[in-house]
C-alpha cells in the first residue's frame, strides 16, 4: 500500500514536470493537421514523455492521421481572430492550462472576418503577448507569420514584413521568443491551400510543422 502511495507520488512528480506546451491558433491549429505531424517530431526527438500539449479543446481530425500517444490538447478556434483572443481570452486560458511554451498561428481571420489592418493586427500580437507574460514571466513563445492565402496576402504580406523587427524588439532571455516565417519567402505557396484558398492541404500542414516543430522543440529542450 505505502509502496504503491510512493509510486503514484513519483508518477505525478514526473508528470508535473512535463513541458506544456499550448497550441494557440484558429481553424488552421483546430481542423487542419499540423499539430499531429508536430507531434510525431516530438516523439522523434524522443520528448513524448517530456511534452503535455495543453488547452482545453481536444481532438484532430480522423485525416490527419495522428501518431500514436499524439496529444489532442490545444487552443485553436476556427474563425476566430487575435483582436479578440488578446482582449477577451488569453488571460483566461493562460491560467486555465498555465503553459511553459505557447505558439501562436493567428491573423488569418483578423484580415478575412476582421478586415482589420497590419498595425491593428501587430498591436493585437504585442497584447497577446503582454497576456501572456503576466500570467507566466518565463513563457516561451513561437511565433508564427501568417501563412499565405489566395486573396487579401497584401495585409499579411505587411504584417509578416513587419514581424521579424517585432520579434528582435520583444525578445528576452527571460522570456524567449522563436520566430516562425511561414510565408510565400520560405516557399509557403499557395499550391498548398485547399480549394477555399485558406485552409492548409496535408502538405500546406507538412509545411507548417517542418517550421513549428524545431522551434517548439528548442523551446522545450531550453526548458528541461
Ligand atoms: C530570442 O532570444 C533567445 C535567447 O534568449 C534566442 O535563443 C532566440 O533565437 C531569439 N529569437 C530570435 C528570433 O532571434
Given at each position: 500500500m505505502r509502496g504503491l502511495t510512493i509510486l503514484s507520488a513519483l508518477a505525478a512528480v514526473a508528470s508535473a514536470q512535463k513541458v506544456k506546451v499550448l497550441p494557440l491558433g484558429d481553424s488552421i491549429t483546430d481542423i487542419c493537421c499540423w499539430r499531429g505531424f508536430a507531434w510525431a517530431e516530438i516523439a522523434k526527438a524522443g520528448l513524448a514523455d517530456q511534452v503535455d500539449f495543453v488547452g482545453s479543446m481536444t481532438g484532430i481530425q480522423g485525416r490527419c492521421n495522428a501518431p500514436s500517444g499524439f496529444d489532442p490538447n490545444h487552443e485553436g478556434h476556427s474563425g476566430w481572430q487575435a483582436y479578440d483572443i488578446a482582449r477577451d481570452n488569453i488571460a483566461g486560458w493562460m491560467q486555465q492550462s498555465k503553459p511553459d511554451v505557447v505558439s501562436v498561428l493567428l491573423g488569418t481571420n483578423d484580415i478575412n472576418i476582421g478586415k482589420r489592418d497590419a498595425t491593428t493586427i501587430i498591436n493585437a500580437y504585442t497584447s497577446?503577448?503582454?497576456?501572456?507574460?503576466?500570467?507566466?514571466?518565463?513563457?516561451a513563445v513561437v511565433m508564427s507569420t501568417i501563412i499565405p492565402m489566395r486573396w487579401d496576402d497584401a495585409t499579411a504580406a505587411a504584417v509578416n514584413k513587419q514581424l521579424p523587427a517585432?520579434?528582435?524588439?520583444?525578445?528576452?532571455?527571460?522570456s524567449p521568443?522563436?520566430?516562425?516565417?511561414?510565408?510565400?519567402?520560405?516557399?509557403?505557396?499557395?499550391?498548398?491551400?485547399?480549394?477555399d484558398g485558406v485552409h492548409p492541404t496535408i502538405q500546406g500542414d507538412q509545411i507548417?510543422?517542418?517550421?513549428?516543430?524545431p522551434l517548439i522543440i528548442e523551446a522545450v529542450t531550453q526548458l528541461k
Open positions: 497577446l503577448l503582454t497576456s501572456m507574460r503576466t500570467a507566466n514571466p518565463n513563457v517585432w520579434v528582435q524588439q520583444h525578445n528576452t532571455t527571460q521568443i522563436y520566430f516562425a516565417d511561414i510565408s510565400r519567402t520560405t516557399g509557403f505557396t499557395t499550391d498548398m491551400l485547399q480549394g507548417i510543422s517542418n517550421h513549428l516543430a
